[in-house]
């Protein structure tokens, strides 16, 4: 037991949990813990919004495997996290928020900067808690990393009245923490993967969907193994993508509504379907009806609320993706499959990648944006970490960008938050400063975050956006073009601004590159130089994002360029 | 097809807790037919039950995402083939006939009621009984003249040695 500070407790838990950077914006209901970072070691990286603040931690927590902290001060401080927070929860990456609250006796009295943060993010946290004494915060920093990077990973929020931090108090500080209700299961249970082996070794045509549950258990290698036994193809979903490296002869792309065509189709076509750490959401299965109708489907989750929400299975296996697909190889291995017969299935999906192989259509006047994905591409290392905005511009990296290993490319999944991907480049780029790191952005999407390249250019955070900008909101736009009869409404967002001297505004660089190999040679220099970038590369308002499943079918619907 | 079923679970017995989980069925667009709360021999602990009209998939959904919640320790769904259900109502009628108050009477006696409070115009009865006897006993004591009630929400236990 030592005598200190709710603050002075705060930032020493802070340090037991391995915290070296926090993002944030301060405020009056924080001042208390500023005065204690002022003479700790602790980086904290001001953001300019408390949005971009919880979108670098979420970043840095997925570049990472770590828990990515942010701090923000009461009531306006607050409430701007919730976009945040609810993106990193519905993309379960581990984000532990703290915010200032006024002082104890206030709370209730509708006074300055006050808001009911525990309750207006009670859905959109896994966990979130308001300390009522200074003692208890030791226990509430050490709760909230315990609960957001076990399990199912997701956001913590942490509310701290003024008042708690400033009082004394006796600290005690745990080495361990304790739920009676808080459910872990990692270890998935032997028979549960002794029937989903059993399934999986009387396949004709298995396909495994791997989400984005493989990649937060770091289960790579042994996805890539079993596929290579099984001789399965293998889709993500886009929290998946980087899991199986696209170079990857069995990978066949994304699937879902912006799937590719080899993936849907293989999808549908299946027997048995494994899938493993993924939501099933409305955009990977399209129309549930049509959702490969013939499969078997087996899940693999550790949260098993996921398994038989959208899509029901035959079996299941709850637990940690890596301990269960190591238990799976292994029964697999003990059984001696012959997967040499499936060269048809094979086959199969090698037809299914020619019909689907898109032309290279020809640049002018604009760049086509999936020449862009290719020759940006070409310039980064396999390494370099990449994130995307939300929209045309995600689907086109979706879809078009390979990606070649996990944890190297990030994008807002779940919650699809425009703006998410600048700051999380920040926060990516804090995680691992020797890597280059790429925001894929929209034009829409950068407009909404744009004011953190203050932030990359003052914490010297240097990232490189690559604006595919169409002077729309393109997504929408595509949508009014082929559902709604192009009546254009609210997408048309004109000449402002100006990218490259928005970027020259805030001491960063902005380049417009009017060709494929202007833009290489500038990515280039922005990498080899290592300053913050915008590339504002000028593409077709008229163009779509193809495939692409129409909303209500299923995934064999897909239309693509042809059918437009 | 939908059902009423009923969901027993224990919770941490400390603030905000109800509030998360009304909120979670809030969220995900079950609606809660009746909810009843209570500390158990642990006091650290609070038992629920909640009642909800849903079909087994439904069901089943609910049971998970109360189960995920780090506030919830265990949750069973009750079989109403092996489980005692109860329900308390309180009820006021209306008995300034003499009729009335022998009709009342009749009718609470039969369904082992207690009489709580007696006056010249009105009776305040106590009913326990399964909540299909309680819409019973509300339905006939209708014509007498209901001046108000309130219904506790229904509370249930596994029979034999079966706990949550």
Redesign the interface.
């Known amino acids: 037991m030592v005598e200190m500070s709710g603050a002075r407790a705060f930032v020493e838990a802070l340090g037991r949990e391995g915290v070296e950077i926090l993002f944030g914006v301060t405020g009056g209901a924080v001042l208390p813990i500023c005065d204690e970072l002022w003479s700790s070691d602790l980086r904290f990286v001001v953001a300019r919004h408390e949005q971009g603040a919880v979108h670098m931690a979420d970043g840095f927590a997925r570049a990472s495997g770590r828990v990515g902290v942010c701090l923000a001060t009461s009531g306006p401080g607050a409430t701007n996290l919730v976009t945040g927070v609810a993106t990193a929860n519905i993309d379960s990456s581990p984000v532990v928020a703290f915010t200032g609250q006024v002082p104890l006796s206030m709370v209730g009295t509708d006074a300055f900067q006050e808001v009911d943060i525990i309750g207006i993010t009670a859905s959109a946290t896994k966990y979130n808690l308001q300390v009522r004494r200074p003692s208890e915060i030791p226990h509430a920093v050490k709760s909230a990393f315990y609960i957001a990077s076990t399990g199912r990973h997701g956001a913590v929020l942490v509310d701290m009245p003024k008042d708690i931090q400033i009082a004394i108090d006796e600290m005690e500080f745990p080495e361990k923490v304790a739920f009676r209700g808080y459910k872990l299961n990692p270890e998935p249970s032997p028979r549960e993967m002794d029937w989903a082996a059993t399934l999986l070794s009387k396949a004709q045509r298995p396909v495994i969907m791997a989400g984005g549950g493989v990649i937060a258990s770091n289960a790579s290698a042994e996805l890539v193994k079993l596929a290579d036994m099984l001789v399965a193809p293998v889709t993500t979903t886009l929290m998946g993508k980087g899991a199986i490296s696209s170079d990857h002869p069995l990978f066949t792309g994304l699937c879902g509504m912006h799937g590719t065509g080899e993936a849907n189709l293989i999808v549908s076509d299946a027997d048995v379907l494994l899938v493993v750490g993924a939501r099933m959401s409305d955009r990977t299965t399209a129309r549930l009806e049509d959702f490969s109708p013939g499969a078997k489907v087996v899940h693999i989750d550790i949260d098993k609320s996921e398994v038989d929400k959208n899509v029901e299975t035959v079996t299941r296996v709850i637990g940690d993706a890596r301990l269960a697909l190591n238990g799976i190889i292994e029964r697999l291995s003990r059984m001696a499959v012959d997967r040499q017969t499936n060269g048809a299935w094979l086959k199969k999906m090698k037809k299914f990648r020619e019909q689907y192989t898109p032309q290279e259509l020809p640049s002018n006047p604009y760049m086509k944006a999936p020449a862009v994905m290719k020759s940006l591409r070409k310039v980064l290392p396999r390494d370099a970490l990449v994130t995307t905005e939300v929209g045309q511009n995600q689907m086109w990296a979706a879809l078009y960008f390979d990606v070649y290993a996990p944890r190297t490319f990030f994008s807002s999944g779940g919650l699809g938050t425009m703006g998410w991907g600048f700051p999380a480049a920040i926060g990516a780029k804090a995680a691992r400063p020797d890597l280059p790191v790429v925001d894929i952005a929209g034009d829409g999407s950068f407009g909404m975050t744009e004011n953190n390249l203050a932030t990359c250019v003052e914490e010297e955070l240097p990232v490189v956006v690559v604006v595919l900008n169409n002077r729309m909101l393109g997504m929408v736009a595509q949508w009014q073009r082929l559902f709604y009869g192009r009546r254009y409404m609210a997408v048309d967002l004109g000449k402002s601004p100006d990218f490259v001297k928005l970027a020259e505004a805030y001491g960063a660089v902005g380049v417009r590159p009017e060709t494929l190999e202007e833009f290489e040679r500038v990515v280039k220099t922005a990498i080899d130089d290592n300053v913050t970038t915008v590339v504002d590369v000028m593409i077709d308002p008229e163009e779509n994002v193809f495939p692409m499943v129409p909303p209500g079918k299923g995934l064999r619907d897909l239309l693509v360029e042809a059918d437009y | 097809m939908t059902q009423l079923c009923t969901i027993a679970f224990?919770?941490?017995n400390k603030p905000?807790v109800l509030?998360?989980v009304s909120?979670?069925f809030r969220?995900r667009g079950y609606n809660i037919e009746s909810i009843s709360v209570g500390p158990v021999e642990d006091s650290e602990?609070a038992r629920m039950t909640v009642s909800v009209e849903a079909n087994s998939?439904v069901l089943?959904?609910i049971v998970?995402?109360l189960?995920?919640?780090?506030?919830?320790?265990?949750v069973k769904r009750l079989d109403p083939m092996r489980s005692i259900m109860r329900e308390m109502l309180l009820i006021k009628l209306d008995t300034s006939d003499p009729m009335a108050r022998e009709e009342t009477l009749k009718h609470v006696n039969a369904f082992h009621g207690l009489i709580l409070y007696i006056d010249p115009e009105c009776i305040i009865a106590e009913v326990t009984g399964e909540p299909e006897a309680i819409d019973d006993f509300i339905e006939k004591t209708r014509s007498i003249g209901i001046e108000e009630l309130s219904r506790t929400g229904v509370t249930a236990l596994e029979k034999g040695r079966l706990n949550l």
């Open positions: 224990l919770v941490e905000g509030f998360n909120n979670m969220r602990l998939r089943n959904q998970e995402q189960d995920k919640m780090v506030e919830v320790i265990k």
